[in-house]
């Protein structure tokens, strides 16, 4: 293991997160406001065109950003399925946030689990924590935790909806409305790509929709528990994220783009 390497989540700072509480001023207030009616009108529009519930999705990995689109969907009723991976070492904060978001939009969600053999070879081949030792073993580890069960998610369908922004990362800089998928073979839309974080926030509290508690204790970007972290001020959304790792190869492959 590389001796920078910290395997447990550092503790989370004890002062206040002011990102995830903007100040609602009259301009971001109706900024978000128009932000938030032409997603919608994009969401719409993305079900007249691919069909019907269960051709249409969204993955929903229930970061701020997947829940302003939650809301936007389950809140006017839109027929898109909502479906969300299990890779079984998501936070407790995430379980206790999915518990909370069936109860409050009344709707149940589909959650797809890795394959247990292929999890139990991982581990009995390479170890527990063995995707803290190279970058081939962590995309191992997401190839098995997330890649396979995102696969049949999404078999079937016409088109998938991501929570995905532009400004997240470098990996993800000028990420478009729509794309097509190779990898996956179908559409793929990101309706917030263009959304700057404090729209994101402006959008959670002025529609009190719920949220992971992680984020208040400075975790923007939240993934397995063991491959997440909170950052420092002035680093970057996505430094919690694999933080022993290059920031130009920080991703699991859910979302891979060809130039």
Same mark, same amino acid.
């Given at each position: 293991?590389?001796?920078?390497?910290?395997? $447990?989540?550092?503790?989370?700072? %004890?002062? /206040?997160?002011?990102? =995830?509480?903007? *100040? !609602?001023?009259?301009?971001? #207030?109706?900024?978000?406001?128009?932000?938030?009616?032409?997603? $919608?009108?994009?969401?719409?529009? %993305?079900? /007249?065109?691919?069909? =019907?519930?269960? *051709? !249409?999705?969204?993955?929903? #990995?229930?970061?701020?950003?997947?829940?302003?689109?939650?809301? $936007?969907?389950?809140?006017?009723?839109?027929?898109?399925?909502?479906?969300?991976?299990?890779?079984?070492?998501?936070?407790?904060?995430?379980?206790?946030?999915?518990?909370?978001?069936?109860?409050?939009?009344?709707?149940?969600?589909?959650?797809?689990?890795?394959?247990?053999?292929?999890?139990?070879?991982?581990?009995?081949?390479?170890?527990?924590?063995?995707?803290?030792?190279?970058?081939?073993?962590?995309?191992?580890?997401?190839?098995?935790?997330?890649?396979?069960?995102?696969?049949?998610?999404?078999?079937?369908?016409?088109?998938?909806?991501?929570?995905?922004?532009?400004?997240?990362?470098?990996?993800?800089?000028?990420?478009?409305?729509?794309?097509?998928?190779?990898?996956?073979?179908?559409?793929?839309?990101?309706?917030?790509?263009?959304?700057?974080?404090?729209?994101?926030?402006?959008?959670?509290?002025?529609?009190?929709?719920?949220?992971?508690?992680?984020?208040?204790?400075?975790?923007?970007?939240?993934?397995?528990?063991?491959?997440?972290?909170?950052?420092?001020?002035?680093?970057?959304?996505?430094?919690?994220?694999?933080?022993?790792?290059?920031?130009?190869?920080?991703?699991?492959?859910?979302?891979?783009?060809?130039?």
């Amino acid at each position: 293991m590389n001796a920078t390497v910290t395997p $447990l989540r550092p503790m989370a700072p %004890a002062k /206040a997160n002011a990102t =995830t509480r903007p *100040e !609602l001023t009259p301009v971001l #207030s109706a900024r978000v406001t128009a932000r938030a009616a032409a997603a $919608l009108d994009f969401l719409r529009a %993305a079900v /007249a065109e691919f069909g =019907t519930e269960g *051709e !249409l999705a969204f993955a929903n #990995s229930f970061g701020a950003e997947d829940m302003v689109l939650t809301d $936007l969907i389950l809140a006017h009723g839109l027929p898109i399925t909502i479906f969300s991976l299990d890779t079984g070492r998501l936070p407790a904060e995430t379980y206790e946030l999915i518990a909370e978001v069936e109860r409050r939009y009344r709707s149940k969600l589909e959650i797809y689990f890795p394959d247990a053999g292929a999890v139990e070879t991982y581990v009995r081949s390479h170890g527990i924590n063995a995707f803290y030792d190279s970058v081939e073993l962590r995309k191992a580890c997401c190839g098995v935790r997330k890649l396979e069960p995102l696969r049949r998610a999404l078999a079937g369908r016409k088109a998938w909806i991501t929570g995905l922004r532009a400004a997240q990362s470098a990996t993800r800089s000028g990420l478009p409305l729509r794309e097509f998928d190779d990898g996956n073979g179908l559409e793929k839309l990101n309706p917030l790509s263009d959304w700057s974080e404090a729209e994101v926030w402006a959008y959670i509290r002025i529609h009190e929709v719920p949220y992971n508690a992680l984020h208040d204790r400075f975790y923007p970007s939240i993934g397995c528990a063991p491959c997440t972290r909170a950052i420092a001020v002035g680093e970057d959304v996505r430094a919690g994220r694999w933080w022993w790792e290059d920031p130009a190869s920080k991703e699991c492959g859910l979302h891979v783009r060809k130039d």
